[in-house]
């Protein structure tokens, strides 16, 4: 880590924040469909907005982009900060927020390589995904904690948007003192011309994969504690033992990545084939499988992101920001996998996580091809 990527590792603390807005909406309101319009808010705006970001970055630089995703951000958080707004207009401001956030995602995993030592690039952005789910824990903890406090407590469910906005001031003041040299791309791009990477093997592939990961990685956020729970555990300790376990260790392995200087191809092989041993150990449907099939799941899920990312990116580097766009907008695939898991039966059926599982062959196969661009 130098002093040049420090900002951008806070830009990555700060993408955490759209996390929060799941844990802070059964405190907006008790209806339950109102409050899922908050995280659903967020999350459209990677399908929408991703690939119009990437052809945008391309155009104006990654650091403008940058600088604009903070900025809808201080805008976004400014209103609930200052205003107790009615539902409508904190909808339209948690939107505002998801938008802005997919804009420091598309910026920044490639603005990273632009800052990063040679050979640093697949380290630093794992430590940065890493530095990322601290800012979701973070936020997610503030949300609850900080209205506690007597200097808050008038604020109620607000009460975390004060730190969200100086936090984000502070960000977007830092990034636009950095001086970047990034890559120009050598013809203007298009959404039409993003889109047309997905006839490159290798290019269509990684964001399968991204899509598949995606999906597996909400499946295991969503069922863990039930499945926990099927198998007698009280739901607190289910909550514990399942998906805070499963992310603390995630968030722990990005981090211990971004330390070590192992290739990005190995690292992705190993990862692949820890996720799928944690997945396959939960269809055995057996109660001891579970506490090593959470580790060893957290553990392999922690680094697929960033060194999947990282290897496609390596592969056009000129052409990264729209790649980003791409593997961005198959984020979407959070809403697609969970669907098909709860059809299944969800956590309470050992036989339901062959879907996660199936995602994770799918990315233990990419781990063990390689990379490569072959045109079609």
């Not at 950095?178 to 997905?198: D, K, N, Y």
């Amino acid at each position: 880590m130098t002093l040049k990527s420090l900002p951008i590792f806070l830009a990555f603390l700060l993408m955490g924040v759209a996390d929060a807005m799941g844990p802070l909406s059964s405190a907006v309101s008790a209806n339950p469909v109102m409050a899922a319009l908050m995280p659903f808010f967020v999350f459209i705006a990677f399908a929408f907005f991703s690939v119009p970001a990437g052809v945008l970055a391309t155009r104006i630089g990654k650091k403008k982009l940058l600088l604009a995703g903070l900025g809808l951000n201080v805008v976004a958080v400014a209103v609930p900060t200052f205003l107790d707004p009615p539902f409508p207009l904190l909808l339209f401001c948690i939107f505002l927020l998801g938008v802005g956030t997919t804009l420091l995602q598309v910026a920044g995993n490639p603005i990273m390589r632009d800052v990063s030592a040679p050979g640093a690039y697949s380290r630093n952005l794992a430590l940065a995904q890493g530095i990322k789910g601290v800012g979701s824990t973070a936020s997610a903890y503030l949300v609850t904690a900080i209205s506690s406090l007597a200097v808050f407590a008038a604020l109620s469910w607000r009460a975390a948007f004060p730190v969200f906005f100086a936090l984000m001031l502070v960000a977007l003041l830092s990034v636009s003192t950095l001086r970047i040299e990034e890559s120009p791309a050598e013809h203007p791009p298009s959404v039409g011309s993003c889109l047309a990477l997905l006839k490159v093997p290798v290019f269509a592939q990684a964001v399968l994969g991204i899509f598949l990961y995606v999906g597996a990685e909400v499946c295991m956020g969503t069922f863990l504690k039930p499945a926990f729970i099927a198998h007698g555990y009280a739901p607190d300790r289910a909550a514990l033992l399942g998906p805070a376990l499963f992310f603390g260790a995630l968030t722990a392995g990005r981090l211990v990545a971004g330390l070590l200087k192992v290739s990005a191809q190995t690292f992705l092989r190993i990862s692949a084939t820890l996720g799928t041993v944690g997945l396959a150990l939960l269809m055995t449907g057996l109660k001891a499988a579970l506490l090593p099939a959470v580790v060893l799941g957290g553990l392999g899920f922690a680094n697929i992101w960033p060194m999947l990312f990282a290897l496609t990116v390596e592969e056009d580097p000129v052409r990264a920001s729209e790649l980003s766009g791409l593997m961005c907008m198959a984020i979407s695939g959070g809403a697609v996998l969970p669907l098909l898991m709860g059809r299944l039966g969800g956590g309470a059926s050992p036989l339901a996580f062959i879907v996660p599982l199936g995602g994770f062959a799918f990315l233990l196969f990419l781990s063990l091809k390689g990379g490569r661009r072959t045109e079609s």
